[in-house]
C-alpha cells in the first residue's frame, strides 16, 4: 500500500481541478462533489480543502479551465476573423464540456484565464472600430447565440447524418404532406438532403451576426 501512494503523483491544484472537470464531463456537474473527486483520485475529501478552498472555489477553478481552451482573439489579426475563431472554439469547448453552458456565465468570481478572455474579445473589438457600448453589445449577442446553439446542439434527438435521418423519417412518415407542406419540404428538401449537417447551421448563423456587426459598425 505504500509503495501505490509513493508511486501517486503529488496532488496540487491542477491535478484537483483536471480531475474534477474528468469527473463532470462524465457524469455531470450536479454529480460533482468532494466526496467523489476525493475517491476518483484516491485521497480523503478533506485533503482537497488544501488546493481548493471550498466547492465555490472548485467550480470557479472549473470554468477558468474551460475557458482555458478557448481560442481568444489576437491582437495582430482583424476583429471578424478573432470573434469567428473564438465562437468557433468555444462551441467546440462546449461540446466536450456540457456543464459549462449553464455554469460559465453563473460565476461571480472569474479566474485569471477568463478575465484574460474577456480582456481579449472585448480589446478586439474596440481595435475593429467599435464604441465601448457596441462592443458590449456584439460580445452580448455573439455569446448568447454561442450557449444557446450549444445548448440546441447538445439536447437534440440525434447525433450525426444517420441518426438524423431516422428520426426525420419517423416525422415524415406520420406527417401529412398536404397538410404540413413546408415542414415536410424542409425535411425531404434540406435536413435529408446527402452531406447535411446540423453543426453547419452554427457557421451559417454566426456569419449573418458577424454581418450584422460589420454594417453597426
Do not use: C
Not at 475529501?45 to 478557448?70: Q, R, W
Amino acid at each position: 500500500m505504500a509503495s501505490r501512494r509513493g508511486s501517486r503523483p503529488p496532488l496540487d491544484r491542477e491535478r484537483v481541478l483536471r480531475a474534477a472537470m474528468d469527473l463532470a464531463d462524465d457524469e455531470g456537474i450536479a454529480a460533482l462533489s468532494m466526496r467523489k473527486l476525493g475517491r476518483r483520485l484516491g485521497v480523503e475529501a478533506m485533503s482537497l480543502y488544501n488546493h481548493v478552498g471550498s466547492k465555490d472555489a472548485l467550480l470557479d477553478g472549473l470554468v477558468d479551465l474551460l475557458v482555458g481552451e478557448i481560442d481568444p482573439p489576437g491582437e495582430d489579426e482583424g476583429w471578424r476573423a478573432g470573434m469567428r475563431r473564438r465562437a468557433v472554439s468555444a462551441r467546440e469547448a462546449f461540446q466536450r464540456h456540457p456543464w459549462g453552458i449553464g455554469l460559465m456565465e453563473s460565476r461571480r468570481n472569474p479566474g485569471p484565464a477568463a478575465i484574460r478572455y474577456y480582456d481579449a474579445v472585448l480589446g478586439s473589438l474596440r481595435r475593429g472600430g467599435f464604441s465601448v457600448a457596441l462592443a458590449a453589445h456584439a460580445f452580448s449577442v455573439l455569446d448568447s447565440y454561442i450557449y444557446g446553439f450549444a445548448l440546441q446542439e447538445i439536447t437534440l434527438p440525434f447525433s450525426g447524418s444517420d441518426e438524423l435521418a431516422q428520426v426525420a423519417g419517423g416525422i415524415t412518415a406520420n406527417l401529412p404532406a398536404d397538410t404540413f407542406p413546408h415542414l415536410t419540404e424542409m425535411i425531404v428538401e434540406h435536413a435529408l438532403k446527402p452531406g447535411y449537417d446540423y453543426a453547419d447551421e452554427f457557421e451559417f448563423g454566426l456569419d449573418l451576426i458577424l454581418d450584422g456587426l460589420e454594417r453597426l459598425r
